[in-house]
């Protein structure tokens, strides 16, 4: 179950429903994803969830739509700096 995922980032996340697991999506990309981290963990407590950013890691290369590598690279070298492990994602 995906909340939101209409390209538009929410202006605030519902809390997961206990009785099953949930991403959230809709706006989500390389430059917001830490703020939108921390918005989420505020309501999910201890919940796990996911996020879907696919459409915003991905680029038009030589006309056909890619799956960008670079741009996961830079979401994921950005929340490793974020939280203070980068010595894990270099």
Known sequence: ?????TGVLPSTYTPPPSQY???Y????????V???????LKV???KDFWIDMESSLRSN???VD???VMKCQRVIRRVC????LYQFCS
């Open 21 to 23: 697991p949930v991403g």
């Open 61 to 63: 290369v030589d006309g």
């Open 34 to 40: 830490v703020s939108v981290l921390e918005s989420i």
């Open 81 to 84: 700096e974020e939280v203070g």
């Open 25 to 32: 999506a809709g706006g989500i990309g390389p430059s917001n």
């Open 44 to 46: 999910s407590g201890e």
């Open 66 to 68: 890619s799956f960008d």
């Open 1 to 5: 179950f995906i909340i939101q995922g």
